[in-house]
């Protein structure tokens, strides 16, 4: 989803989440965290939104901007409508469409604040066995790992990619976990498109300027088949020798490459002054139930994706982005904005429910994504644009980037499970 950017925690006026960006409103303030609780989903058709139709959303905010008197928010990478989103006051990393901030605006997904991280993986040599975290994983054909040995190779190799960054910094570590083709968001500007482009923005922007930086994440997982995995958490700094203190939230898009390790496809970073908290209760991986397994080409699957965010984003467009958040979100869906992260589909619908058609408009639309061939997970990436009135009652702007995990439910359905993204400096992009 599309939500504010800006550091978790801050309270001088609310803060809303949406793709990429986040917003802050005088009377709404986004919230998090509040133990995940079932509830019975609502069908697509009569007042939700169903995988035929089209759709959209963010985890950082997918919003760009800060709408003052009513605004909605904005966390990481995001649809037919366009979400944008930024604002000053909450950095977040990916989770929801649109978490940023900029001057005063905010916006979403999943990672508040605002930078997108593009998803790694460790290299290896064609011809020659991998080595590295996932290398076990059988990437080449041989025997699929189990769910469990995928998700054990993901978390390893995210390890593998903090442990890197500690030691010689993020612009190596970026550039020897990501893929050739990886996308990284940034907050105010146009995403980093491939490996050299990254490293070259971490070099002049280095996320251990204040110290030795580290991430750690909340929630990691794959796909049935093991090709295609996500990650969003905490990052924090320590300098001194002593004092760690966090420094943001992010997503982070994953995909094991044809010699069995994992690479970083794409990533949303955002800045926050407080780590996301899961509840009690909450588990790293998913315990819901699998939707029955399918054996089709990727790009098959991503349309279907891509055709789950337009109408995400149409409902949006139709009923205001409060409605759609709440009706796209999935069981589990985690966002990186407010105070502490928003956790499971009951704590979006309260945080989501100040963001009315009268208070914002936001739209998006997806541009690229990847998704696995079992059919369960996929990701896009877009850009979104949020209108809305500044204090002064005057009409607002703001353009958004975000990034949004989806994995299709047991009913079938299309759900997001993690939306982010950050502020664009205009409408192209991401």
Request: with cysteine; net charge positive.
């Amino acid at each position: 989803m599309r939500r504010p950017a800006h550091g978790g925690g801050e309270t001088a006026r609310p803060l809303l989440h949406r793709r990429g960006r986040a917003f802050r409103r005088r009377g709404a303030r986004l919230t998090g965290g509040g133990q995940q609780q079932r509830r019975q989903r609502q069908q697509p058709g009569a007042t939700g939104p169903s995988v035929a139709s089209i759709h959209s959303r963010d985890s950082f905010s997918r919003w760009g901007k800060k709408f003052p008197p009513n605004c909605r928010n904005a966390s990481f990478l995001d649809r037919p409508g366009i979400r944008g989103e930024r604002n000053p006051v909450f950095t977040c990393m990916a989770g929801a469409r649109g978490c940023f901030t900029k001057g005063n605006q905010h916006m979403k997904r999943m990672f508040a604040g605002a930078l997108v991280v593009a998803a790694l993986g460790t290299l290896g040599c064609g011809g020659a066995k991998a080595t590295g975290p996932g290398a076990e994983a059988a990437g080449t054909g041989t025997a699929r790992q189990s769910l469990e040995d995928s998700r054990a190779s993901l978390r390893a190799a995210e390890q593998a990619m903090s442990d890197a960054a500690e030691k010689s910094g993020s612009a190596q570590a970026f550039a020897d976990f990501v893929a050739d083709d990886a996308v990284l968001l940034v907050d105010g500007e146009y995403a980093q498109k491939g490996k050299e482009a990254i490293r070259a923005w971490l070099s002049a922007h280095p996320l251990e300027a204040e110290g030795k930086v580290r991430w750690t994440p909340v929630r990691w997982d794959v796909s049935a088949d093991g090709t295609l995995g996500y990650s969003l958490g905490n990052a924090s700094v320590e300098s001194g020798g002593t004092s760690v203190r966090p420094s943001g939230r992010y997503i982070t898009a994953w995909k094991r490459q044809p010699d069995g390790q994992w690479r970083v496809v794409v990533a949303v970073r955002n800045a926050a002054k407080t780590p996301m908290t899961p509840p009690a209760g909450f588990t790293p991986s998913s315990t819901l139930p699998l939707p029955e397994p399918r054996a089709l080409v990727p790009a098959q699957v991503l349309e279907e994706a891509k055709a789950a965010d337009r109408a995400f984003s149409a409902q949006s467009t139709a009923e205001g982005m409060g409605k759609a958040f709440t009706a796209w979100a999935a069981e589990d869906a985690v966002l990186p904005q407010g105070s502490a992260g928003i956790f499971g589909h009951d704590a979006v619908a309260k945080a989501y429910a100040p963001f009315t058609l009268d208070k914002i408009d936001l739209r998006w639309e997806p541009v690229l994504g990847d998704a696995a061939g079992s059919g369960d997970l996929a990701y896009t990436v877009g850009r979104a644009i949020a209108t809305g009135k500044n204090e002064q009652g005057q009409p607002e702007v703001d353009h958004v980037k975000y990034l949004t995990v989806w994995r299709r439910q047991a009913d079938g359905q299309w759900r997001y499970v993690a939306d982010g993204g950050n502020s664009s400096p205009g409408p192209q992009g991401p």
